[in-house]
């Protein structure tokens, strides 16, 4: 009698068990495999250990890098390039300091507390700005010419996937 899970899907005895195991073992071989001999031809033809190691870290992610991730966007929706993006940078980080002096070199102009969570909220958006910006040029999302910059403008800008 074959059992079966409430689902109505039935359970593996222990030869298909087995056999499924060893099958995705033998993919995970293969697949090490493989990336072990693009390193080593990747090393060989003259490209940075660095860059073979980001190409090896997407190929095991399989992520799709044609769009920023969610969080990339949001935190720079607006922003049609690098230059913009380091205004803002820049811009939080004057404001987080002065802030944050202000609250306490003057507590009587701006009152210690709030000054400094002022402060720390606007570093902590320069920062998130700044792994944003990172992640841009890691995965070479802005072009280097003015002409690839803005054929990215729209698909950088908008709020969801094409």
Same mark, same amino acid.
């Given at each position: 009698?074959? $059992? ?5 899907e039935?359970? @593996? ?10 099958? *995705?073992?033998?993919?995970? $071989?293969? $697949? ?5 001999? @693009?390193?080593?031809?990747?090393l /060989? ?11 090896a870290?997407e190929? =095991? ?17 607006g ?14 980080c ?5 802030c944050? *002096? ?7 102009? @701006?009152? *210690?507390?709030?000054?400094? =969570?002022?402060g @720390? ?7 998130? =700005? ?6 841009? /040029? ?15 403008? /729209? ?8």
């Amino acid at each position: 009698m074959e $059992r079966q899970l409430a689902s109505g899907e039935r359970w @593996l005895d222990e030869h298909e068990a087995a056999s499924f195991f060893e099958r *995705t073992s033998e993919l995970e $071989r293969e $697949r090490l495999y493989r990336l072990t001999m @693009l390193k080593e031809s990747a090393l /060989e033809a003259g490209f940075g250990e660095e860059a073979v190691r980001m190409a090896a870290f997407e190929q =095991i992610e399989r992520k799709d890098l044609s769009v920023p991730p969610d969080w990339v966007r949001f935190v720079l929706l607006g922003v049609p390039d690098r230059e913009g993006a380091m205004m803002w940078y820049r811009l939080l980080c004057i404001v987080g300091v002065v802030c944050s *002096t202000l609250a306490v070199l003057k507590p009587t102009w @701006l009152e *210690t507390s709030w000054g400094l =969570i002022a402060g @720390l909220w606007f570093l902590s958006c320069a920062a998130s =700005i700044s792994a944003a910006i990172r992640w841009m /040029e890691r995965h070479a999302f802005w072009g280097a010419t003015k002409g690839e910059q803005s054929s990215n403008v /729209e698909d950088f800008c908008s709020n969801r996937p094409k």
